[in-house]
Nanobody
């Protein structure tokens, strides 16, 4: 069983930065791939970024590549999403997820492969 709690969301101007954190409970955190998804009002949930259980592999949606960085600290049971050069299109509720899977882009980008989800944190980017 894994429980996830996100933090770090807020209101920022376009071009600014935010760092999201996702704290996980449970002693098996290091065995899970971790992902970030977002959902804007009126839009479907979309994949943002993911990281393998070792942290050795990272994956990004094309829309955030080069601007966002995902990382994890297994000693702290925490995964991070550093978001730079934010755009109004980045606005949405960001949710972290944990899943046990072989980490390929095709697997980590599918929300159905994740068994545990946080409640989400709101990110609003003003123009």
């Amino acid at each position: 069983q894994v429980q996830l709690v996100e933090s770090g969301g807020g209101l920022v101007q376009a071009g600014g930065s935010l760092r999201l954190s996702c704290a996980a409970s449970g002693r098996t955190f290091s065995s899970y791939a971790m992902g970030w998804f977002r959902q804007a009002p009126g839009k479907e949930r979309e994949f943002v970024a993911a990281i393998s259980w070792t942290g050795g592999k990272t994956y990004y949606a094309d829309s955030v590549k080069g601007r966002f960085t995902i990382s994890r600290d297994n000693a702290k049971n925490t995964v991070y999403l550093q978001m730079n050069s934010l755009k109004p299109d980045d606005t949405g509720v960001y949710t972290c997820a944990a899943g046990q899977m072989y980490a390929y882009y095709s697997t980590v980008s599918r929300f159905s492969n994740y068994g545990y989800w946080g409640q989400g944190t709101q990110v609003t980017v003003s123009s």
